[in-house]
């Protein structure tokens, strides 16, 4: 009964109109345009079908010309001097409709695919600036993957199963109710007849899958989930995975998910084109029927039930593949429903999402130091605060140390230094200027960052340098100053045949771990930051390489700000000043000897 309750929500055309709403106003007005072409291109339709029976009348018996007022009157008109040349110019009328017809399906198609792929990219741009634009908080504890899967697969599921069967519904139907309104001014009964027949068969077919297709929809999106997060997983951590042979495992956890999702996809595919082989079935067979009765009950007049049967063959065979594109349409929009509700889910976040900042900005002066006063900070979704009552200052062109075990609040209070983190209670303070929404950004300028981890891309070391910064806009010069600072320049140089141009392989394997951090340590350098984080920069690295990596900030100090988060207290031994944090509290403050001892 829950099950049931659940998919009863998954309204297709609710949903639908939800994601219409979505769209900006040029969007709303290119659906407009294909709903106008729409309804023209039904026009066109009935006054081809409308063409085919004079046509015929007039081949199976001339005289119908004369007995036809409008035919009479159109021979009169254009003054035909005999009958073949009026059946030419009635057949030449036929071929230009077919023309016509033919040319502004195409153009309908080109205007409808140009609106769909115009909302993917609207739809996908907007989510991907929603989620860029959340507080760093809001990442925490949550899946990479998820969002890169919403931003790229399932924004484009939602169009296929949204935007695009609603054109398409909204073409076929329009289409459909204008051949049926013109059948019925041609004959009511038989018309309302075979209507009838199809509509019964059709809302059965509706009736019978609704609930089936929502069950399926659902599960679609939780396997697409699973199966993301299998592949992202192992391969973000080959290595891991190679040295432990436990590829099999993670193959072993994708292949059910993907039998069931190649089952349910199957069975979608099923649903939606079966039917139309019933209802061909049921549609010929009404027109059949429909054949025999006007033969049985003709009384000789044979031309009129020719042109009688050919009205209503030619409009079945316009009007069956329209109604069959209209089921499968609707069969896709019941199957979206349940991933519909929750992409447009995320778009709530727009609202809470800041405005990106300008990548040119200025940054904000930094001329003496940066001030925590009793910050207090609590993680979301936690009770108990991670910081309680931090105070400390930080100079300018000092370097200062954080240290303490694992989960007692450094790297907590360096995200808040770095402005990643808002206190409930406290403040930063650069230069006695309070850090806010306003100026964040800015501050943030200030500050280059050296992760634990670092991350390259399969780009050149410059590229990977000059992180973010579109190829052409690269500073080379700003490039090899940073390479320089960082000590990596010499190997750059001389043991890399393509020197800075030298791809790196995606995250960095063809280098060791010491260059990879040398590369980050050149990256946060780029800008010439006045401040630089490392954030256990070395805490992977071996003796030797750390040392080496820790001679390379060395040469730094006294010129930059730097902050350093350190397991190994001996990384910390030419701090200007050292903060020792425990569950949340500066513990201990001082230079090496006074926390440590020794010299």
């Known amino acids: 009964m829950r099950v049931n309750r659940h998919l009863k929500k998954h309204i297709p055309f609710k949903h639908s109109f939800k994601v219409i709403r979505l769209l900006a106003p040029r969007e709303r007005r290119s659906f407009l345009l ?47 001097t005999g009958t073949r040349w009026f059946l030419a110019a009635l057949g030449a009328l036929m071929l230009a409709f077919v023309i016509l ?48 899967k919403n931003i790229i697969s399932e924004v484009t599921n939602v169009i296929s199963g949204t935007i695009t069967p609603m054109t398409e519904l909204a073409t076929y139907g329009i289409q459909i109710l204008l051949l049926i309104v013109f059948l019925f001014t041609v004959d009511v009964a038989s018309t309302a007849a075979i209507a009838a027949i199809i509509l019964i068969i059709y809302s059965g077919i509706v009736f019978s899958t609704k609930r089936k297709l929502s069950k399926l929809g659902l599960e679609r999106f939780n396997l697409m989930t699973l199966l993301s997060r299998s592949t992202n997983e192992v391969f973000w951590g080959i290595k891991a995975a190679k040295i432990s042979g436990t590829e099999r495992v993670f193959l072993n956890t994708y292949m059910p998910n993907s039998r069931k999702f190649s089952k ?60 069959q594109q209209y089921f499968r349409s609707l069969t896709k929009l019941k199957y979206s429903a349940p991933a519909t509700e929750k992409i447009i889910a995320e778009f709530s976040l727009e609202k809470n999402a800041e405005t990106l900042p300008d990548p040119d900005l200025p940054h904000m002066p930094f001329t003496r130091s940066v001030r925590l006063e009793d910050v207090w900070y609590t993680y979301p979704d936690k009770d108990t605060p991670v910081l309680k009552g931090i105070s400390l200052e930080i100079p300018k062109n000092t370097v200062a140390g954080f240290c303490g075990q694992t989960g007692s609040g450094k790297t907590t209070t360096i995200d808040v230094i770095l402005g990643l983190l808002i206190p409930q209670k406290g403040r930063l303070v650069v230069d006695g200027t309070e850090i806010t ?19 390259l891309s399969n780009a050149s070391i410059a590229e990977n340098i000059a992180f973010g910064i579109p190829p052409d806009r690269i500073d080379r010069e700003a490039v090899q100053r940073a390479a320089e600072m960082a000590q990596i ?41 006045p401040v630089l984080v490392l954030d256990e920069a070395t805490s992977a690295l071996d003796g030797q390489t750390e040392s080496d990596v820790m001679e390379a900030i060395d040469q730094l100090a006294g010129k930059k700000t730097i ?27 001082g230079t090496y000897p006074e926390i440590f001892g020794g010299e």
């Open 437 to 455: 929404d306003a100026n964040r950004s800015a501050w943030q300028k200030n500050i280059g960052y050296v992760p634990q981890s670092v991350y």
């Open 34 to 80: 294909v709903l106008g072409a729409s309804l023209l291109m039904g026009i066109i339709e009935i006054a081809g079908v409308g063409s085919i029976m004079p046509f015929i009348a007039v081949a199976a018996n001339p005289e119908t010309i004369f007995t036809t007022p409008p035919l009479k009157a159109a021979y009169e008109f254009f003054g035909f």
């Open 264 to 323: 349910n996809t199957a069975a979608e595919e099923v649903i939606g084109t079966l039917p139309k082989y019933v209802l061909e079935a049921a549609g010929f067979s009404a027109i059949i029927l429909f054949i025999l009765f006007l033969t049985l009950r003709a009384e000789g007049n044979f031309s009129q039930v020719i042109s009688s049967i050919s009205l209503y063959a030619y409009a079945g065979y316009r009007l069956l593949p329209s109604v």
């Open 563 to 589: 902050l350093i988060i350190a397991h190994r207290i001996t990384t910390l031994k030419k701090c200007s000043a050292i903060y020792r944090i425990t569950d949340g509290r500066i513990e201990a403050s």
């Open 101 to 148: 017809r033919n040319a502004f399906s195409a153009f309908l198609m080109y205007i409808k695919v140009r609106f769909v792929q115009r909302c993917r990219h609207t739809l996908s741009t907007r989510l991907f600036t929603a989620y860029l634009g959340q507080k760093y908080s809001f990442f925490l504890g949550k899946n990479s993957y998820e969002f890169s």
């Open 489 to 529: 320049d010499a190997f750059i140089r001389r043991e890399l045949k393509d020197g800075y141009d030298t791809k790196v392989g995606e995250r960095g394997v063809c280098l060791s771990g010491g260059q990879q951090q040398r590369i980050g340590i050149a990256r946060a350098l780029y800008t010439n930051p």
